[in-house]
C-alpha cells in the first residue's frame, strides 16, 4: 500500500512539473505579444520624433539644403551661429519672453482659478468663457489682436477717446511694443489652460484648513498665502516649466502680429521664427537651421534641469 502511495505521489509530481514546464513554454513563446499593442505607438514615435531629432542632429553638421545632402563640416554650422547677428537678436528675445512670461503664467492663472473655483452656474460660465481663447488657433487669435493694435484699430481709437494718448500708438512697428504685445497674447492665450490646471489642484486642498484660517482670524489674503500657496506649490512648479517651455518656443502669435517679416529689420525674430525661416524654402540651409535647433534642443535642457533642482531644493525644505 505504502509503494502504490510512492508512486502515485511521484506520477503527481511529474504531472505537475510537466505542466510548469508546459505553461512556461506557452509563455516564452508569447513573448511577443504585449509589444503588438504597443506597436502602433511605438512606432508613431519613432517615425515623428525619434527619426526627426537623429536627422537633425545629423544635418547639424553638415552644409546640406533643400535640394542637396551636403557634406560633414564638423562645428562649421556653430560658427557661424555665434557670428550670425540674427541669431543673438533670436534668442535675446526668446530668453526675453521666457522671463517675462513664465512668472505671469505662474501667478495669473492661480489668481483667476482661486476667483471662478465655486460651483456656481456663473463661475462655471466665467470659467468656460476664460477658457475659450485655448481651443482657438494661435493664428485666428494673431489676426484678432493685430486689427485690435493697429494704429486705427480699437485700442489705439479707445486711448485716444479717452486722451490717455494723442497718437496712435505704434503696437505693431515699434520693437519692444510689438515684442510686449505679442508676450500679451501669449498670457491671454495661456490663462484658461494654466487655470485648469490650478482648478485640479486647488480641489486636493482640504477645505477644513480655510476653515482654521478663518477661525484664526485670518484673511483671504492671509488664507491665500498660507494656506493655498503651499497646497499648489509642486502645480506652480510644473506650470512654471510648461509655461518656460512654451515661451521659448513661442511662434504663432510673433509671427502673425509682424506679417511673417519679425518685426522692422527682423528685430522681433524668436529662436523658432529663426529656424522656420532657415529650413524651409527653395534657399533653405537645412544643415544650419539643423544646429539653431540642436542649440534650442540645448537651451531647453538647461531651462528644464534649473526647474527640477529648484524643485527638488523646495521638495527638501
Request: glycine letters at 8%.
Amino acid at each position: 500500500m505504502a509503494t502504490v502511495v510512492a508512486v502515485d505521489h511521484r506520477l503527481r509530481r511529474s504531472e505537475v512539473v510537466h505542466s510548469d514546464r508546459r505553461g512556461a513554454s506557452r509563455t516564452h513563446s508569447r513573448w511577443f505579444v504585449p509589444w503588438l499593442f504597443l506597436a502602433f505607438g511605438l512606432g508613431i514615435v519613432g517615425i515623428f520624433i525619434l527619426f526627426p531629432f537623429v536627422n537633425t542632429l545629423v544635418l547639424a553638421f553638415t552644409d546640406s539644403t533643400l535640394l542637396r545632402r551636403g557634406d560633414f563640416v564638423g562645428l562649421e554650422n556653430f560658427r557661424r551661429i555665434l557670428d550670425d547677428p540674427r541669431f543673438g537678436t533670436a534668442m535675446l528675445n526668446s530668453l526675453l519672453y521666457v522671463v517675462c512670461v513664465a512668472p505671469l503664467m505662474v501667478l495669473l492663472p492661480l489668481l483667476l482659478a482661486s476667483v471662478v473655483r465655486g460651483t456656481s452656474r456663473i463661475m462655471g460660465f466665467f470659467r468656460t468663457t476664460y477658457y475659450l481663447p485655448v481651443v482657438m488657433s494661435p493664428v485666428i487669435v494673431g489676426l484678432i489682436w493685430t486689427n485690435m493694435l493697429d494704429k486705427r484699430g480699437l485700442v489705439n481709437e479707445c486711448l485716444q477717446w479717452l486722451r490717455v494718448v494723442a497718437e496712435p500708438v505704434s503696437f505693431l512697428t515699434d520693437r519692444w511694443l510689438l515684442l510686449f504685445s505679442a508676450m500679451f497674447v501669449t498670457v491671454w492665450m495661456g490663462l484658461g489652460f494654466y487655470m485648469v490646471i490650478y482648478l485640479t489642484a486647488l480641489a486636493n486642498i482640504d477645505d477644513s484648513l480655510y476653515d482654521a484660517a478663518a477661525v484664526d482670524g485670518a484673511g483671504a489674503v492671509r488664507s491665500f498665502l498660507n494656506v493655498t500657496l503651499p497646497g499648489v506649490r509642486s502645480t506652480m512648479m510644473l506650470v512654471g516649466l510648461l509655461s518656460s517651455i512654451a515661451a521659448f518656443r513661442v511662434f504663432g502669435e510673433v509671427y502673425v502680429l509682424t506679417n511673417g517679416t519679425g518685426g522692422v529689420g527682423g528685430q522681433n525674430l524668436t529662436m523658432t521664427m529663426l529656424v522656420q525661416r532657415e529650413g524651409t524654402g527653395l534657399q533653405a540651409q537645412t544643415g544650419y537651421a539643423g544646429a539653431i535647433s540642436l542649440v534650442m534642443f540645448v537651451v531647453l535642457g538647461a531651462l528644464i534641469a534649473v526647474n527640477l533642482l529648484v524643485q527638488r531644493r523646495n521638495e527638501e525644505k
